[in-house]
């Protein structure tokens, strides 16, 4: 927040999502004491580790969550079993799709159509849906998002989202593949932001209207989608 002037109250800069604790539960039951020792050890060698890494739930498997194990207390049961509760620290504050939108996991609460959207065009003017609960923006949150183009351009070519005013321009004719890496073009592999406007694409929540001239050929859009629970 941010004081302007006299304004009553503050005005809002930024906001963000924070991390958050997701909780599981383990039963053990061995054959003794030392079987049961040998069981926890491996139980905190399987979560414990300093990077951290994507996990899924067997009731919710289209989404994972990018987690650390932060807290294992176990509660033992007589000298053969223990239960145990793990703590997980969600890193992101957000569950991400098993795979992106040109090949992602349909599931219970996606936010899909009955028919399930189309990614990949061949047309000046299409739609882009972005089933997220939130905005997908490679510059300022650091989203995953490729838009990959094959074909070609004889002059200079724009791609501009109309629902949210941004555009990005590459001047000058080429042919093959070109691509915006997140916030990277690339042509034919190679670094092409030179020949740039420097522009980015970000998805609005929903339906999101695109414009593009100078360009013959096919435009997919990849990328991961990501929500609140």
Not at 60 to 75: D, E, F, G, L, N
Request: charged share 20%.
């Amino acid at each position: 927040y941010q004081k302007i002037g006299i304004n009553d109250g503050q005005s809002l800069i930024s906001s963000s999502y924070e991390q958050r604790d997701i909780k599981m539960s383990v039963l053990f039951w061995g054959m003794n004491a030392n079987d049961m020792k040998l069981a926890y050890d491996a139980l905190q060698r399987f979560f414990i580790s300093r990077e951290a890494y994507w996990i899924c739930f067997s009731d919710w498997p289209q989404r994972m969550y990018y987690v650390k194990a932060k807290q294992i207390t176990p509660s033992y049961v007589g000298d053969r079993g223990y239960y145990c509760d793990v703590t997980f620290t969600d890193q992101i504050g957000l569950s991400r799709s098993v795979g992106t939108t040109t090949d992602f996991v349909v599931g219970f609460g996606n936010n899909q159509p009955v028919d399930r959207p189309n990614y990949v065009f061949s047309t000046s003017k299409f739609t882009v849906v972005n089933m997220s609960d939130v905005l997908v923006d490679p510059e300022k949150r650091g989203h995953s998002f490729k838009m990959t183009l094959k074909g070609s351009s004889s002059s200079d070519m724009t791609i501009t989202n109309s629902t949210t005013n941004l555009s990005i321009t590459r001047k000058g004719g080429w042919s093959g593949e070109w691509c915006l890496n997140g916030t990277n073009p690339e042509l034919n592999g190679q670094p092409d932001g030179i020949n740039t406007d420097h522009g980015i694409i970000t998805l609005q929540k929903g339906n999101n209207d695109f414009i593009v001239t100078g360009f013959s050929g096919t435009i997919t859009f990849d990328f991961p989608l990501w929500w609140l629970s």
